[in-house]
């Protein structure tokens, strides 16, 4: 029992702690969180086997993380409080060209990181290109163009053939 004990309190320990590294994909992690989080692993398997070693320890530790992890998604389904507590809700992060400061530094993203997003999604090159940048909960940045920019990337003009 001790052990199933131990799996809970550090699944939510890790809630915390993985919350606290922002809304990034593990693609946008730098290499030094990626080593953190392979440091954290290796501490937490240390935590929750102890000296009991053995398969069925293991077991329960898996399937109590587990079953957590399917209980927390089940709530988030179910209670959108829940949801907006444990993912977040989408921010934006540019409004018509202006980047709101305070939200890309809360977010911990640069000016460079949304127009990186806006060259690869829209090949847009500059902020007044963007109309809104969303920091989505799952770590994306979704960009909305500007009307004069999206007619400019993908539409051209049709000149009218004279009559006669």
Do not use: C, W
Not at 125 to 141: P, R, W, Y
Request: glycine fraction near 8%; aromatic fraction near 4%; proline fraction near 2%.
């Amino acid at each position: 029992m001790d052990s199933v004990i131990s799996a809970a309190i550090v699944y939510v320990f890790l809630r915390l702690v993985i919350g606290l590294f922002g809304r990034r994909n593990l693609g946008q992690l730098t290499a030094f969180e990626l080593v953190l989080l392979v440091v954290i692993g290796g501490a937490v398997q240390r935590a929750l086997v102890g000296d009991d070693a053995s398969l069925t320890n293991a077991f329960l530790i898996v399937a109590t993380l587990a079953g957590l992890e399917l209980l927390v998604s089940l709530l988030e389904r179910r209670s959108r409080l829940f949801s907006r507590i444990t993912r977040g809700v989408p921010l934006i992060v540019v409004e018509n060209g202006r980047p709101l400061t305070r939200r890309l530094h809360h977010a911990r993203l640069s000016e460079d990181d949304v127009l990186a997003a806006a060259r690869r999604h829209h090949g847009l090159t500059a902020m007044d290109e963007v109309k809104f940048a969303i920091l989505e909960t799952s770590g994306e940045i979704s960009i909305v163009p500007e009307r004069k920019a999206a007619a400019r990337g993908g539409k051209t003009e049709k000149t009218e053939k004279p009559a006669g």
